[in-house]
């Protein structure tokens, strides 16, 4: 298969693997392709045909068919503003996440996560949440996607005495599987399209977001922040939706005490958050740990590939839980095809549940499947609004990584555990410790070679910000999962988080920085970085995003939003919509709460039409 031929061509030139690691690389390369779903597997190929034909004009033979050394040189003379090189960025971050599945990588850095989990004595939960028998044909409510959203709204609702189906179309993990399988495996099942998801624009942006039980929320860092009252006003501003801040306020109050969320202790900090610490408080910086829904959290630093201790509370283990012993029936791989209409009014969904369609009608109807997937469904269902779709913030973020002079073990500690908000007023940046297991993290700097093997004296951090332009999903969206460009005043944001990140990094003792670029460029100092930075255009930044929202807004009116203000579908009375599609617009921070705090506000209003 040409895939898996590029992909090791690709090894082969950028690693100089022995033979043995090789054959290493090859069988892990076997054990993740079944994991891929068809289009991850076409888009790769695609790719890789695009990859293996382009030297041909200047080398005169495919990728595949050069010498390892030709191949390397040919990679060096690419533009790193070309698309080719985007192609082999792309492929490179799953090749690198192949090869950190071999035995001799990870002994080589002394990551050996298989003995933590045996020391950690965690203990496996038999406990499934979905329901074991067929969908009953009618509901109160049937609620669409088991996310930040979906899953309050479900619980609330049961809670209040309502027969609720919900649909998810993931999968429901088993704790078994948190702790056994690699943080990498995890991704590739429990992300939308195995993770491989990207904006379509200048320049491309890395965007994932979660296709399982409990949604996003389950593979998500788990900082859960407030949002700031200056995204009030934003909201208020832009779209005319005055929140009642007393409601809000009460509804973050009642989510943070069911997740238990608080600051991180000093004991789970972790060696990358100690060199945020150190390097803030040398610069006179405002840092702290972040907010988080800790308990029993064990530093395993795994927290976006779904946490195997039960360390991170989400929206499973509380919310979904409790709604299912007070009758809710949970339905995974089950993905919801349309709504259906007729007059005007929502009457059921057309859902396939494990591969079977079936349809089920409901009093009322709530459209939970996220940002990206929420615009797709409406629009499927013949819903129309001259908003569906638009307005997309996606909170561009990037990552500044560092060569210590001492070791790091960056992967131990909660992960995102420390922040630095000094740009958080002027520039709306938020800077963040975080620091994936190894081989993960498209959107680190791009690291040497020899570097690669130093993983114990290597620090990230991680910057990101509020975007004042926005990005939409068309109608028919050839390439990419939405379309989104990079503008300047964003650009320059995330310079400035750049630039405050490396000074933190130089400070705790940094020997070299790798600012997030595409083509590996190491400085010595932030002077150094600051000239880089002058003089690149947006095309040749590494970028990825986590936080889509605002693509079926609340709005005053239908002119400006697809819901009003109880989350009703403007123009169809028992039609709902709860995610973080409806957020009027930037939540400045991440969203998690906000969404969570919204769409329990939503959950009342249903309640009161019910
Ligand atoms: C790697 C990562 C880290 C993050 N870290 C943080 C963080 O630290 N703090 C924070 O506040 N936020 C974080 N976020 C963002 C946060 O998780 C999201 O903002 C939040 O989960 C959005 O909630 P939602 O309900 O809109 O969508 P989701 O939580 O994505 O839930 C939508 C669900 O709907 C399902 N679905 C979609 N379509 C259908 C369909 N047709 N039928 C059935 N089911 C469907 C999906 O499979 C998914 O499970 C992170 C996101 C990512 C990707
Ligand atoms: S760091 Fe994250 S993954 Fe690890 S135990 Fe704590 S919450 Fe779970």
């Known amino acids: 298969m040409v895939l898996q031929r590029v992909l090791k061509s690709l090894v082969e030139a950028r690693l100089e693997l022995e033979s043995s690691v090789m054959s290493d690389f090859i069988v892990n390369m076997d054990k993740v392709m079944p994991i891929l779903s068809p289009s991850s597997k076409r888009f790769l190929s695609i790719l890789s045909i695009l990859l293996d034909i382009s030297p041909i004009l200047s080398k005169f033979k495919p990728f595949t068919l050069l010498s390892s050394s030709k191949r390397k040189e040919w990679i060096r003379e690419i533009n790193a503003e070309s698309l080719i090189y985007d192609i082999i960025n792309t492929l490179d971050t799953v090749a690198l996440a192949i090869y950190s599945l071999t035995p001799r990588f990870q002994e080589s850095i002394g990551y050996n996560r298989l003995k933590t989990m045996r020391e950690a004595k965690i203990e496996e939960r038999d406990e499934k949440l979905t329901y074991k028998h067929k969908p009953k044909s009618y509901y109160d409510v049937v609620v669409i996607g088991s996310g930040a959203g979906g899953a309050i709204v479900a619980w609330e609702l049961a809670r209040r005495g309502f027969s609720v189906a919900l649909f998810e179309a993931g999968p429901e993990p088993s704790t078994r599987e948190f702790i056994l399988e690699h943080p990498i495996i995890r ?54 939706f005055n929140i009642d801040s007393s409601s809000l306020n009460s509804a973050y109050s ?170 958080l007023t002027e520039y709306k940046t938020l800077l963040l410790a975080t620091f994936p297991p190894p081989g993960l993290g498209y959107s680190a700097g791009s690291i040497s070679l020899s570097d690669l093997y130093k993983y114990e004296y290597l620090a990230s951090i991680g910057v990101q910000t509020s975007d004042d332009n926005t990005g939409y999903i068309a109608s028919k969206q050839i390439l990419g999962i939405a379309n989104y460009n990079l503008s300047i005043i964003d650009l320059e944001k995330i310079k400035e988080g750049i630039i405050l990140s490396s000074e933190i990094l130089e400070a705790a003792g940094a020997k070299k920085i790798y600012p997030p670029l595409k083509k590996a460029h190491p400085a010595s100092s932030t002077s150094e970085v600051k000239k880089l930075l002058k003089v690149v255009s947006p095309k040749i930044f590494k ?46 921070v991440n969203p998690q709460l906000t969404v969570n705090a919204i769409s329990l506000i939503i959950a009342d209003s249903i309640a009161k039409e019910l």
């Open 543 to 588: 970028l990825s995003a986590y936080h889509p929202m605002s693509t079926a807004r609340i709005g005053r009116d239908p002119e400006i939003g697809v819901v009003d203000e109880k989350g009703r579908v403007y123009g169809y009375d028992n039609l709902y919509i709860a995610d973080a599609s409806i957020i009027p617009s930037t939540t400045i």
């Open 187 to 240: 991704a590739l099942k429990y992300y939308w399209d195995n993770g491989l998801t990207f904006t379509w624009g200048t320049p491309t942006i890395h965007l994932p977001f979660g296709k399982v039980l409990g949604g996003t929320v389950t593979v998500n860092s788990g900082t859960l922040f407030r949002a700031p009252e200056e995204a009030l006003r934003i909201w208020y501003k832009e779209t005319g």
């Open 254 to 423: 009642i989510i943070e005490d069911k997740l238990k969320v608080k600051p991180v202790p000093e004991s789970l900090l972790g060696g990358n958050a100690l060199v945020m610490r150190n390097g803030s408080k040398i610069l006179g910086l405002k840092h702290g740990p972040t907010r988080r829904p800790i308990e029993g959290c064990m530093g395993l630093g795994e927290c976006a590939f779904g946490c195997p201790s039960s360390g991170k509370l989400d929206m499973r283990q509380v919310f979904i839980r409790e709604a299912v012993s007070m009758g809710l029936h949970v339905f995974t791989n089950s993905m919801v095809r349309k709504i259906i209409m007729r007059n005007d009014r929502a009457r059921g969904v057309v859902v396939d549940v494990n591969g079977v369609r079936v349809n089920i009608e409901s009093k009322i109807t709530v459209v939970s499947a996220g940002a990206l997937n929420t615009p797709r469904l409406l629009r499927a269902s013949g819903i129309s609004n001259r908003n569906i779709g638009k307005h997309l913030h996606i909170h561009p973020a990037t990552g500044v990584v560092a060569l210590m002079d001492y070791k790091v073990r960056g992967w131990i500690g909660t992960m995102q555990s420390y922040y630095v908000e000094d740009l």
